[in-house]
């Protein structure tokens, strides 16, 4: 469907072409490096991504940055950035195209509406039609540039907003990528109906199989004599064997209660057996325990939660034989303990345990979208300059940072999901939140976040 006029094709753009167009959306790409061949070429939209335009060819004209065809990482590198505008044209059909349009309120059409007024920031600003390099934008966002050059990361060592481009700027973290990437399509005349897709994506990580049972009996001492307040509740769970954390009590019933249509499960466990202020998990060779597991087995995917570690190649490959042995089956699945997502360093290792996907792309103390997208996408090595198998799919909101790092209430942490759900419906792609087995008991300050997360998974964009 495309043909693309280059002057030669870097790792860079062959990478941000074909997962932009064919991978996300299943458009055809094809390059060219010759004139001749692309002005014969029966593609139907042409593209001339070069430094200049060729008023003799045909075809839509990007102007390509230096930085695409550039190895390995600039350390004082900084995009340029710019503000966009949406048409009222763009902003009808945007609207138009959500399924439901015609059927909301007035007041919902306002909300909708409402912020499709603000401008949005792009990168790498030019003087050609369409006013900015979507694809270096592209790339820079979804390689994680920024994180490969020096910067202040938290207590763990984490990558946080603040320390982002966008967050020094003191501007929102939204998909970028994916509004920019409905302003290439409309500058090309792509409707959004072709390639719109909207779903949830709801995935639970347990730290910790089961709050007070099978900790072993220091751990268990240890707890009555640190936490008296909870004396009760232990001794309840001990002879009753009724754990409040217990998958079976939390994740199955909400994960089973909340699933619609457009909605997608998963559940990580942390399977170290580490015993530490950081990885906290019970005993992992308690039949309770892996019969908890196996019950998770056979209602969601499962998979592996790869503990908080300096030695990652070692424990987590041991972790992962554990949790393969549990399910008897491989585990192709991770998200990070912690969200310690580190570049090159963290997705290094996961590929070499033959990982397929990682959902670990968020922030840990903040909401929005870290790789300014919220579809799934590979990952391109920075290190190497080379994409490589794993996927990579984002999430955008967790139950810790809303009420342990932002220190938002319950009714405001229910109002900032329905935002990021709203920006993702009308751009398109998956709105994913976390929750924890430990959130979703209501327990250990949780009381009354259950209906937080019920609305999360709710397939409704507004809450007036």
Request: a neutral charge.
């Amino acid at each position: 469907m495309f043909a693309v006029l280059v002057h030669s094709i870097s790792p860079r753009i062959q990478y941000v072409f074909k997962e932009l167009l064919e991978r996300r959306h299943g458009f055809f790409v094809r390059f060219y490096t010759e004139e001749a061949p692309f002005k014969e070429a029966s593609e139907p939209i042409k593209i001339q991504y070069l430094t200049q335009k060729k008023a003799q060819l045909p075809g839509f004209f990007v102007q390509q940055q230096e930085f695409m065809t550039q190895n390995g990482v600039d350390e004082l590198f900084t995009p340029e950035i710019g503000d966009l505008l949406l048409t009222g044209e763009q902003k009808k059909e945007l609207l138009y195209n959500l399924p439901d349009w015609e059927r909301k309120t007035k007041e919902e059409q306002g909300v909708l509406g409402g912020f499709l007024e603000k401008p949005f920031p792009i990168l790498f600003p030019t003087k050609d039609d369409l006013g900015f390099d979507f694809f270096a934008m592209a790339f820079w966002f979804l390689s994680r540039y920024e994180e490969y050059q020096s910067f202040k990361g938290d207590n763990l060592g984490r990558f946080t907003f603040k320390e982002s481009f966008l967050g020094r700027k003191q501007l929102d973290s939204l998909p970028a990528v994916d509004i920019a990437q409905y302003v290439f399509f409309n500058f090309i005349g792509i409707p959004i109906s072709q390639y719109h897709k909207f779903n949830i994506a709801a995935t639970v990580d347990i730290d910790m199989v089961f709050r007070f049972r099978k900790k072993g009996i220091f751990r268990i001492i240890g707890g009555f004599i640190k936490n008296p307040r909870y004396i009760i509740d232990r001794f309840v769970s001990l002879v009753s064997k009724l754990d409040d954390f217990a998958p079976e009590k939390t994740v199955i019933p909400f994960l089973k209660s909340t699933s619609h249509p457009d909605f997608k499960s998963m559940v990580f466990v942390l399977s170290s057996k580490k015993k530490d202020t950081i990885n906290k998990q019970v005993l992992l060779e308690n039949p309770s325990v892996k019969n908890q597991i196996k019950r998770l087995q056979a209602n969601f995917k499962i998979g592996l939660h790869p503990s908080f570690s300096n030695n990652l190649n070692n424990d987590w490959s041991a972790e992962k034989e554990w949790l393969e042995g549990v399910i008897d089956n491989p585990v192709t699945s991770a998200r990070l303990h912690y969200v310690r997502l580190l570049f090159p360093k963290s997705y290094s290792a996961l590929c070499e345990l033959k990982i397929k996907e990682d959902w670990s792309m968020g922030f840990a103390e903040s909401v929005g979208f870290r790789a300014g997208t919220s579809y799934p996408f590979s990952w391109f090595n920075l290190e190497s300059e080379k994409e490589t198998g794993l996927i990579v799919y984002p999430f955008q909101i967790m139950d810790v940072a809303c009420k342990n790092y932002m220190n938002l209430s319950r009714e405001n942490s229910t109002s900032k999901g329905y935002e990021l759900k709203r920006v993702v419906n009308l751009f398109g792609g998956t709105f994913c939140f976390i929750v924890h087995n430990e959130s979703l008991s209501e327990k250990e300050g949780w009381k009354g976040w259950k209906c937080v997360f019920e609305s999360w998974a709710n397939p409704n964009v507004i809450n007036l």
